[in-house]
Nanobody, 123 residues
């Protein structure tokens, strides 16, 4: 198990950028595959991006391809989500999660979650 804390959310105009961070505590961080998910009011949590434990492979939802980039620095126990060309549709609470599985983009695959950070994109 690992404790996760997201940060970096805020209010930004459409077309702007934000960089989210997910800080993990504990010695097991580097053994987990990490993912970013988001949840808008009244909707289910949806997959945004994920990265393997070593950082070798990344995967993205079609809605964010070409705009978002996930990365990690295991030496700092941190995962990042660089968000560019933001749209109002990106408005949501963003969560990071930790998974033991190499595959899978469902929230059910992730065992640990952070508290979330709010991202609001105005038009």
């Amino acid at each position: 198990q690992v404790q996760l804390v997201e940060s970096g959310g805020g209010l930004v105009q459409a077309g702007g950028s934000l960089r989210l961070s997910c800080a993990g505590s504990g010695r097991t961080f580097s053994s987990y595959h990490m993912g970013w998910f988001r949840q808008a009011p009244g909707k289910e949590r949806e997959f945004v991006a994920r990265i393997t434990s070593s950082g070798t492979s990344t995967y993205y939802a079609d809605s964010v391809k070409g705009r978002f980039t996930i990365s990690r620095d295991n030496a700092k126990n941190t995962v990042y989500l660089q968000m560019n060309s933001l749209k109002p549709e990106d408005t949501a609470v963003y969560f990071c999660g930790a998974s033991r599985y190499t595959w899978g983009s469902s929230p059910a695959v992730y065992a640990s979650w952070g508290q979330g950070t709010q991202v609001t994109v105005s038009s």
